[in-house]
């Protein structure tokens, strides 16, 4: 095994055996086969969700692998289904852990009435996402509150259909499209000069 799965289990393993000389049971053997099929090739898409939360790679690395870590003992509950959502839901709420634990100051409250003002009628966000450079929309992403930023990174970024937001994030599908809005329409406010908004 090579690339971030790698570094799930630990190199002693040789076989059905671990450094600790724990032989594996044949369920147990099943178990890992069947985590590493199904819930592996999913662990770019969980850094990259843990990146945008967390705000760097090293954190987002520690966070995957406990968040990898608590999916593998809750494995056995997986009843088949969207693997990625369900990796993804454990990774966020390993964050929202973590940025409780580590960043509390970073978890400020989300103000609905402050992101919910201003809709304006013209859509100039792709014109304004394809003149900025990649770091400015980078920037600009990174300051939006973690739940506006969860969204827009899952679905934007990872692709992941309504439905499947409201199951990761465990909030109702209006809440996923109207936080996809609010973030959206902060990204424009940042995005686009306001003489181009008029």
């Not at 967390?54 to 289904?81: C, I, K, M, P, W």
Request: charge should be positive; hydrophobic fraction near 45%; glycine fraction near 6%.
């Amino acid at each position: 095994m090579t690339g971030a799965g790698a570094a799930l289990f630990p190199p002693g393993r040789v076989g059905n055996k671990i450094a600790d000389n724990r032989v594996f049971t044949l369920s147990e053997r099943n178990r890992h086969v069947r985590f590493e099929r199904e819930i592996l090739p999913h662990l770019d898409a969980a850094h990259n969700l843990a990146r945008w939360l967390t705000g760097n790679d090293a954190d987002a690395a520690d966070v995957v692998q406990e968040a990898a870590v608590r999916a593998l003992s809750f494995f056995e509950g997986f009843r088949g289904g969207d693997a990625r959502a369900w990796l993804l839901r454990i990774v966020r709420n390993t964050c929202y852990t973590w940025l409780r634990q580590n960043r509390a100051e970073k978890m400020t409250p989300l103000d609905e009435a402050r992101h919910d003002a201003g809709e304006r009628a013209a859509n100039p966000e792709q014109t304004a996402i394809a003149r900025a450079d990649r770091r400015t929309l980078e920037r600009a992403i990174e300051e939006l509150p973690v739940e506006f930023r969860e969204a827009l990174v899952l679905r934007e970024i990872e692709g992941l259909a309504y439905k499947e937001i409201a199951h990761v994030t465990g909030v109702p599908m209006g809440t996923v499209m109207s936080r996809l809005a609010r973030a959206r329409n902060l990204l424009r406010e940042r995005l686009v000069p306001p003489e181009a908004a008029s």
